[in-house]
């Protein structure tokens, strides 16, 4: 019964913080925008970088990648390389999140709008 009281209690917190969370989140926001994060696949013949707004910002691929002359292979390799840059730029995400989310006294795991 007193479960519902104590809910209550953190809403009316994060209420009261609601424009530092606004800031903080605009701020994160910001930093993700200029994260990147790489991914690479065939012993680094294919490249690939993303930023936090999970855009590709790069894309390289060597010479012997393209020597290879395996269409479906090379679709295969720049597949592999983009998700794990991908990947990579969903943790990193994540991790800010969290930290931001713990520098403010949230709850874990609580998702922002256009964050997750």
């Given at each position: 019964?007193?479960?519902i009281?104590?809910g209550?209690?953190?809403?009316?917190?994060?209420?009261r913080?609601?424009?530092?969370?606004?800031?903080?989140?605009?701020?994160?926001?910001?930093r993700?925008?200029?994260?990147?994060?790489?991914?690479?696949?065939?012993?680094?013949?294919?490249?690939?970088?993303?930023?936090?707004?999970?855009?590709?910002?790069?894309?390289?691929?060597t010479?012997?990648?393209?020597?290879?002359?395996?269409?479906?292979?090379l679709?295969?390799?720049?597949?592999?390389?983009?998700?794990?840059?991908?990947?990579?730029?969903?943790e990193?995400?994540?991790?800010?999140?969290?930290?931001?989310?713990?520098?403010l006294?949230?709850?874990?795991?609580?998702?922002?709008?256009?964050m997750?």
């Amino acid at each position: 019964m007193f479960e519902i009281f104590k809910g209550m209690g953190q809403l009316a917190g994060l209420m009261r913080n609601l424009p530092k969370i606004r800031q903080e989140a605009e701020q994160l926001q910001q930093r993700l925008a200029g994260l990147v994060a790489e991914g690479d696949a065939g012993a680094g013949m294919v490249k690939a970088k993303v930023n936090g707004k999970m855009e590709v910002v790069g894309f390289t691929l060597t010479e012997e990648a393209l020597k290879l002359n395996d269409r479906e292979m090379l679709e295969d390799l720049i597949k592999a390389a983009v998700n794990q840059a991908l990947t990579r730029a969903r943790e990193t995400a994540a991790e800010e999140t969290g930290k931001m989310a713990a520098s403010l006294g949230l709850p874990p795991g609580m998702n922002f709008p256009g964050m997750s």
